[in-house]
């Protein structure tokens, strides 16, 4: 009952124009996503450790993608997220044994650091359907201008036995942040919040 | 300033009795409060939006309330969240004037609610959908309380539009069984554990 990856998919935006000003460097965002079997779709199963393990290797692994399609290092990472969509067959309680016992800690290993919590969303879904995943700065939650999200879709997943496992990592906030907070130059990053 | 005019409001209710499993003498409801309004920055670029900030105050407010009043009273409350989609007129930072005054409201209303209001946001399209997170109010490392609600509208937003989402929950994911910071075991200090 290990990983079974039936596909990865990279995206990588880049905002070089917002409301017609011009975004220099522009702002970028990349989102990675595994599609993987669901070892327990079909079945009620009360000991989801299968999962929690198959977490930490796609924590890694979707971590490093990201921070490769960037061509950052670790450090220059900014904010992330992670999320999940299970296929019909499967129960929302499947995305969260692969998103939280075991997923951020390799993939704070990824982009360095990595006080603050990762932040995240889950749900049932078919093919071809969007999948939100939230984004925060990585050592300081309350960071306004890094609160954001980034769409991904896969026209051919997730299928009914299978569960879409997302990963995203920036190196930038919002283009034209302007609605005041916290800055992630004023941010300490020790707590984890501010 | 201009006033806020608003266009459409949705409210969303979610029972889940079962998953499969055992279902809990209790089912899970999670709310959602949306409110449609003109953007008033659509079509030009504002340099200095946060007055609207203040704008919103009332309306958040108002949001919230319905969720406590939908959901029981703020005692029935354990989990929450925000978001906002941007009509395709507007920009991403339009959606960002919602974190105060969408956050802040619910965190009124709600007591031992330390913890930050998870939230995400978008540029959409008519009938674009948004997947809300959704964590424990008083800590935000509750892992039974981790989840998320999908809402939307098939005819909104429109261009100059502004999709405002709140959303609430009264317990933990049906089932729940992956372990970690238990809401029993929370000190409610920091916000986060």
Redesign the interface.
């Known amino acids: 009952m290990s990983l079974n990856i039936r596909k990865i998919a990279v995206n990588v935006e880049e905002t070089h124009i917002e409301a017609g000003r011009t975004i220099s460097p522009p702002t970028r965002k990349a989102v990675a996503v595994a599609v993987i079997s669901n070892p327990f779709a079909g079945t009620y199963t009360e000991d989801l450790t299968p999962l929690t393990d198959i977490g930490a290797e796609l924590g890694g692994l979707l971590g490093q993608r990201c921070v490769d399609a960037l061509g950052i290092t670790p450090a220059q990472a900014e904010s992330y997220g992670k999320s999940a969509m299970v296929g019909e067959n499967g129960e929302l309680e499947h995305a969260a044994a692969i998103l939280h016992p075991k997923l951020g800690a390799p993939l704070r290993a990824a982009v360095e650091k990595g006080a603050a919590l990762v932040p995240s969303s889950k749900k049932m879904g078919s093919p071809g359907q969007v999948l939100d995943v939230p984004l925060g700065h990585k050592d300081a939650a309350y960071v306004r201008s890094h609160f954001d999200g980034i769409e991904v879709s896969l026209n051919d997943a997730p299928r009914a036995g299978e569960i879409m496992v997302a990963v995203a990592v920036t190196d930038s906030g919002r283009p034209l942040p302007r609605v005041g907070g916290l800055t992630h130059e004023e941010a300490k990053g020790e707590d984890g919040l501010r | 300033m201009p006033d806020l005019i608003l266009l459409l409001t949705v409210l969303s209710v979610y029972e889940v009795f079962h ?3 055992p279902a809990p003498d209790t089912p899970l409801r999670r709310a959602a409060a949306l409110a449609i309004i003109q953007n008033p920055f659509a079509g030009r ?1 504002v ?4 007055p609207f ?1 203040e704008d919103l105050k009332p309306l958040g407010l108002q949001m919230a309330q319905r969720l406590v009043d939908t959901l029981g009273g703020p005692q029935n409350v354990q989990g929450y969240g925000k ?1 906002t989609i941007v009509g395709e007129a507007g ?3 339009h959606g ?2 919602w ?2 005054p969408g956050g802040y409201a619910m965190r009124q209303l709600l007591d031992n609610s330390n913890a ?1 209001v ?5 540029v959409g399209g008519v009938g674009a ?5 959704i964590t424990h109010i008083n800590a ?2 509750v ?1 039974s309380h ?3 609600m ?1 809402v939307g509208c098939n005819d909104t937003p429109r261009a100059g539009e502004l999709v405002l989402v709140l959303v609430m929950s009264t317990g933990a ?8 910071l238990d809401a029993a075991d929370i000190k409610g200090e ?3 554990r």
């Open positions: 998953e499969g499993g670029y340099e200095d939006i946060q900030m978001g920009e991403l930072e960002a004037l974190h105060a930050i998870p939230s995400t946001k978008k959908r948004l997947d809300v997170p935000s490392y892992r981790f989840d998320a999908e994911r049906i089932h729940n069984r992956a372990g970690g920091d916000g986060l």
